[in-house]
């Protein structure tokens, strides 16, 4: 970890962050794919049970920043993270984490919906049989049915476990992976654009989910649509050029930003 003295960004809302309890704090964090410098200088304090969208132009930096929460980027031989993120108080860079721990931890779904090639139901108990959370088979089934019904998708489902997961539509997969993410009792849930590859329909019902699960997870979501940034946020952080522009209550970042280039964005003058 870097030991240099440490640039502390101060959150564009301080008041609004203050009354929310912290899960992910990051600290001067850098991102590099080899010489191109990615994320710079970011400090951010992300709150417990609340969305926080990530928005921007593409190539901001935000699906960087985000994988470099749950270290999905150690699997880029050319990508090299410095500074401290850690997740309640933990350093998630520490030497001795257990990586595969805190991708249980911190669970990810991905822009395009990637089940297993296997049943519904084995999508859902393969987590939790990796980890040993089930003593036996009751215990993995009740694991399965509810992850399923906390990811909505246990009604559409239930007299069909034994499908393969990849036979069901484009949204229930999403649910699907939402699901498989929920079996593994994670604490943050990040998302990679989880609707880009959904109709409108299938997309109202991840917003509606994501709005239920805040009750009970740190949810980080990176979308390209302002809108849905609006829908289901609680908080939004402006990306542009590998910096975190603004931070703060998505109401305000939209109604009255701080600074000129996010109402540029907002505003559609580029992106
Ligand atoms: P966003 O999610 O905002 O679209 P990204 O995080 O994907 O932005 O990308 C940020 C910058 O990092 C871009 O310039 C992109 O080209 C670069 N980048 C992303 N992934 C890689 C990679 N695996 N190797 C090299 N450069 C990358």
């Known amino acids: 970890m870097n030991m240099m003295p440490q640039t502390v960004v101060t959150p564009a809302h301080p008041r609004i962050i203050a009354e929310r309890p912290v899960k992910i704090v990051a600290r001067d964090v850098n991102v590099y ?20 969208a990530f928005i921007g132009p593409s ?3 935000k699906s960087t920043f985000l994988r470099s929460i749950n270290r999905m980027n150690d699997t880029i031989p050319s990508c090299r993270v ?9 350093n998630v860079y ?9 991708r249980a931890n911190v669970g990810m779904v991905f822009q395009k919906p990637n089940p297993f090639p296997k049943s519904i139901f084995e999508n859902v108990a393969y987590g939790p049989r990796i980890h040993g959370l089930a003593h036996n088979k009751t215990d993995l089934e009740e694991i399965v049915v509810n992850s399923l019904k906390k990811a909505s998708l246990f009604e559409e489902v239930k007299d069909r476990l034994n499908a393969p997961g990849t036979g069901l539509s484009g949204g229930q997969q999403q649910r699907l992976c939402i699901a498989r993410a929920i079996a593994v009792n994670p604490e943050v849930i990040l998302m990679d654009e989880p609707c880009s590859a959904l109709d409108p329909i299938a997309t109202a019902r ?8 805040r009750q009970n997870y740190c949810i ?17 952080a402006f990306f542009h050029l590998g910096n975190l522009v603004e931070f703060g209550d ?22």
């Not at 980080?220 to 939004?236: F, K, P, Y």
């Not at 998505?250 to 992106?271: A, C, L, N």
Request: charged fraction near 30%.
């Open 94 to 102: 520490d030497r001795d984490l257990d990586v595969v721990q805190l």
């Open 33 to 52: 794919y080899g010489e191109k410098h990615a994320i710079k200088h970011l400090s951010i304090d992300i709150p417990d049970r609340a969305v926080s």
């Open 82 to 90: 410095t500074g401290d993120i850690t997740l309640d108080g933990r």
């Open 206 to 213: 991840i917003e509606e989910l994501i709005d239920e699960l």
């Open 59 to 61: 190539g901001c930096g």
């Open 250 to 271: 998505t109401d305000e970042v939209f109604s009255t930003p701080q600074e000129k280039r996010t109402q540029d964005y907002i505003t559609g003058r580029f992106g």
């Open 220 to 236: 980080v979501i990176v979308t390209h649509s302002m809108q849905q940034a609006a829908r289901v946020s609680q908080l939004t």
